[in-house]
């Protein structure tokens, strides 16, 4: 199977970021992949409050987008904001679409660290989200996260449980001391937690003065195999970094290392049973995976 990243640099302008949306798209499809991805917040890149760009989730923006997967024949993930139902914030959703596709997954892990906040204006998601994308060896069940998702395993191994083979993470990471080497140990790391591929595509480095105002991306985007090596990888600028997946030997990594078979519940049934301080911190952490599980 033939994927995409689409490492872009985005604007603040949502018909300029559509058209490179549509740009890399065709590209994608010439060169034969089945799943193109782009990263978070491509509709707009962060740096203008996200409520001024937020659109329905069947509006203009994310029309053009499904008619753009339309025309080329696969399925395209990227980002966008969509107005929660619950209060005056936003979603940080990714549209996903294409042939036998139309889903969308509302980031559940909100990036409140390293100084942001960014619950105070985007509303959590609840439900973690696997798609199937037909590919030239058969359908194939993709799980979603969004940027700090990487750093919770837990979801990932919902979404292996679920069925994934290949886990997106869609990001616009922030710069820093360390956290480029972040970003590309986490999603080997995942990958290694999960036994599935995990492809990591980011936004561009938009250089030192835009990357001054928060989480605007540092590109690096890469694709881990399930034994967590790399198979791909980009540097700091725009580029479509094609990969081919060996789903076989992704299959047969689990079979070999297994710990998605030999995971224990013993864990988690200790925990139940601590103390309440442990329980509190429990408590604190995001409940949409386990409740989603629940479900």
Sequence with gaps: MRIALAQIRGSTDPAENLDLVEEYTGRAAEAGASLVLFPEAT???FGVPPAEIAEPFDGPWA???????ARAGVVVVAGMYVPSDDDDRVTNTLIATGPGVDARYDK?????AFGFSESKTVAPGRDPVVITVESESGPVKVGLTLCYDIRFPELYVELAERGAEIITAHASWGNGPGKIDQWTLLARARAIDTSTVVAAVGQAYPGDEIAA?????????????????????AGADPQLLMCDIDLEAARAARQTVA???NRSEAVRSSRERSSPAVRSSRE???PAVRSSRER
């Design 43 to 45: 509709i707009c890149r």
């Design 259 to 261: 710990v998605m078979h």
């Design 284 to 286: 604190r952490s995001s």
């Design 63 to 69: 029309s053009a987008v499904r008619g753009i997967a």
């Design 213 to 233: 105002l928060g989480p605007t991306g540092v590109g690096h985007s890469v694709v881990a195999s399930a034994l967590g090596e790399v198979l791909a990888s």
């Design 108 to 112: 559940i892990h909100l990036y409140d």
